[in-house]
């Protein structure tokens, strides 16, 4: 986060709000986003005229109550990284650390209605991309993200819970590699989700990870992480 010359700002003491334009008496919520000091917080003189444009982050991903993955997990590190997180839910999970219960898929269109909402109000300046559940949600995502063309698209291709359930029906993966790995500006699988995406199984081989990390960009990713 920038701050002013020689001054770490801590993001506690900061309020966040858009900055406005001259549209009437409107203030567009696509605007970039101006860091203020708040006096309420601290005290000392005020300062005009000082700002930073934040980036807006989305996240595409399912609900985990336990709050250790999904959107949940995407939004706090968004905020702690310094970015405004902003959030389409794809599903509802009923799980906790040790099991996954069940799934509620959100219907596609009302994905749909999600994104297009959301892009046609705020700019998006990355699109992070977890647990999508199923096939027809993915080609949904997929079709409204090249509608859009967010700048920066992060692939975490989720398909099992670390306790072992999985949130990628096994239809679906053929999905994931024809219409997200192409957009995708990095995709970052674990050595499973690799495996699944490649065809073979993926050791910890440093040789190994390199050659399913080409062969991910080789299916389209501009990068992989793996």
Known sequence: MVAPAGERVPLNLLRVMPAKESVGANTRANAPLRITRDPALRAGPRTRGRHVIIPNVLSIAAIDPSGGAGSFADLKTFAALGAFGTGVVVALTAQNTRAVTGIHEAPPEFTRLQIDTLFEDVRIDAVKIGALVSAPIIRMVAERLRHWRPPFIVLDPVMVAKSGDR???????????????????VVTPNLPEAGDLVGREVTEAPGDMRAAARALIEMGAQHALV
């Open 167 to 185: 949130l990628l029906r096994a239809d679906a993966v053929q999905a994931l590699r024809d219409e997200l790995l192409p957009l995708a500006t």
